[in-house]
């Protein structure tokens, strides 16, 4: 699949960060930097902007935070090749702690919202493309929005938002590929003016096959992580991406060193991936975090259990 | 998705065997026979009928053989709800040591072939029907097969064969959903009088995707194995195919008990499932041999050197 517009957006530290209060060593994330800029993948998410009177960096690491001087660190010695992103999620974000961005080192902002907070994102949004940045609206969960509220959220966004690209974020992991096109579609439809991006959740192994389904409904941004790290079940793999997309501008020979060097040691140390119970959150199109809690108490296996528990809880 | 005449066929014990030489224990194999038997699922593949002149007993588990007795051991006191099957591998297997299906515990017979043995594997598949099995032809390593000599070897079993179900088999986890679907037609157009099957490898993550656009492609012979397990990436997820199918004569509780008491274990026993260097034979359509020989080595992380070496011998 060659198409010049197509964008991969790495969020490996970031999506990953959210299994570990994002607390990555300087030495991996910048590993990851060197090996994402190095393989011709267009932007890297670093983590998030949040503000530091809301949370604390004895609890968090610097990517939740996501400084000038901590994404300078991020970067170290390296030429910068790829475009930086940061994800801004609405209320833990300061607005006038942003910078214009001749200043920043950060190329893009991603505003995260449900659709029932839309407005506040636009304002957002509106407020960031307006210092200079590359803007995203990412809306999250789309497979528990009402159609009816998905479809005006799309219009005031086509008409009232400067935003530049527009997320289907399933997640969930909980749509097929079916679904993902009639959405794609819509997407597209009611949002002429703007590219769309991807973001999908591996809970039925189902992330690759839906960013596929994804760029043949003229989806250009696509997010991927290196081995699929990322929350509960993960994240389209940025490998299989990479060895799917035929532009030779990719390398995949970066990420498979890095995968080698780091990711075998942290595939020992924090758990994220297919798993039973993030299979029954997706299937049930539910929040994993039961199933991440779950995951983290002494009944981690007790899938039948877990399983007769929300079915039942389902009902009443 | 509810369609009546949609069949899922576990391969578990059969597929799952080629990672230990079929060496499960008699309890193991009768407690997934007794999990298959209660969710509905309709046959269940226990095995290969290889031919004991050939393969020793001290060797291999009694799933390599699948003797009457074998299987009576399999089934235990259990009342049979599914079907039986085994696969036979061509000249693996003596012809006359079948007796006749009236006789047998064995429902389904089903003959592996490549395109180039197609001959063989009608004589052998029409001694079989005659003796009173269902039968199938799956063709294996499709991804390789010249699309001349697909086509005449498709018309031939139409034309030639009694054969109930010809099986689309994606040996290598290369095919992508769009390839998947334009075979299932080519099937589908020659194959006027037949049903026809999908048996998916998980190496790019999706042997599940694959399945469900065989689904919407008019395939309705599924084949599934318990987390996946088979050789190498393994096979499409049988948890997530009951969870994709609305068909309410299937019940995932007995698979998620069994996955929750025997598979927790067997993961951490025996290797299977998408690993770097499957990933890698999947996306250069290569058989996982020497991806498999590489996870048994002490080279089994070093993927970079893996990928050049292979991507290296295919430009020589």
Redesign the interface.
Known sequence: MYRKEIKVVDCTIRDGGLMNNHLFSDKFVNSVFKAVNASGVDYIELGYKADESQFSRDEFGPMKFCSEKDIAKAIGKEEKKCKISVMVDMGRVNPDDIIPQSESLVDMMRVASYVKDIDKAIDLVNTIKAKGYETTINIMAVSHARERELDEALEQIEKESAVDVVYLVDSFGAL???QIAYLAKKYKRILKTRELGIHAH?N???????T??SI?NNINYLDGTI?GIGRAAGNC?L??LL??LKNPKFD??PI??I??SDF?KLAQEIEWGYT?PY??TG?LDLHPRAAMKMRRSEKK????EF??QLTNEAII
């Open positions: 097929y590929s079916e591996n039925q192994q189902l992330a690759f096959a839906n596929i389904e043949i081995l793999p490998e299989l060895g799917f995949l020979r498979l060193a995968l080698e075998v039973i299979m029954i299937i296996d007790a899938y039948l399983y007769e």
